[in-house]
């Protein structure tokens, strides 16, 4: 059994416990959403110690080399004197500029960051309403073709910060975003190379990102992005998609739909998997992206994987959630 040490105070750990399990049970109010090791909202510091690397996993380099950790995947072997991190060294304000509905259920946000934002397009921010409260959305826009950053954001039944975004927040309106992270982006290295991006409901946030980033960067092999939703109005980018698909010949939609009369392609009511297996019918060589429901992203991958395709190749963010983990 070890310790970690908190605000001058000792904190016993349980065998296998997590700083932010042991420090939550301790009624410390602890930043935290997936649990997972993946949206760092219970991002901390280490002022003494060792941290287990896995706690690092996925941090920039500059704040791995500050000590910085993810609470949630922190176990650490030996006595680690932590503190919590200054919100306003990782955060920063941006302003609301856009507050559309693209479609029943699913926002359009665009913000303005007030100072230099850097990203690529498909990774994710965390959007925090408070100094607690922190979700991640993904990027849909791609910083050298858009001046401001664009999520789509789907309101979840009683969900606190969907809700919150879709019904409070207005143009005008200044929220603390912080940095981009994660790996789902597109890379230049095999221009040749044929993508596949699948995804359902706001997994197309970042796809679109990603595929109008491998378009502006030359792309030359096929890019087959395919949105998988519940009812024909959930394709909530319909005409930008088949827009894009005629202005680029390499460029190609598929749309799925579970519940519908009289479809035409591009839409299908095939299952996703199975317009997936259609697709890329030999993806060994193939590159994935795969976005959205965590549950739909793990089987996708899963499957792909069965069929040929090399994990090298597959890019996911699962929208996790602490409840799925
Ligand atoms: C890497 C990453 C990227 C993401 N990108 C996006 C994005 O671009 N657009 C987007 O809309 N969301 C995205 N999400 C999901 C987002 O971070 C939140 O989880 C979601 O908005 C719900 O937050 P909430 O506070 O409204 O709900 P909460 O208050 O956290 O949850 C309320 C209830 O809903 C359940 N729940 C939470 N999330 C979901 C979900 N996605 N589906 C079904 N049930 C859920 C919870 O388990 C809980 O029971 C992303 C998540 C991750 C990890």
Redesign the pocket.
Known sequence: MTHIIFNDKHIDLEEQQTVLSALLEQGHQIPN??RAG??QTCMMQALEGNVPAKAQEGLKDTLKAQGYFLACSCMPQEPLHVRTVDVNMLRSPATVIEHELFAEG?LHLRLKPSEAFDYRAGQ?ITLWKDSV?G????L?SVVELDDSIA??????????????LHDEIKVGDTVDIQAAT?NCFYLPGSPEQNMLLAGT???L??LIGIARDALRQGHEGDIHLLHGARQIDDLYLHDTLMNMAQEHPQFHYHANVLQAENITPPISKNPLMQQISEVAAEPADWRFYL?G??PIVNTMKRNLFIAGASMTNIYS????????V
């Open positions: 959403s997936c993946v949206c699913v994710y409260l979700r991640n959305y993904s849909a999520l789509h954001i789907r309101r979840i039944p009683d969900g606190v910060i969907s809700n919150w994660g409901g706001t997994g946030a970042p976005c429901d965590a963010d699962p929208f996790v959630s602490a409840n799925d």
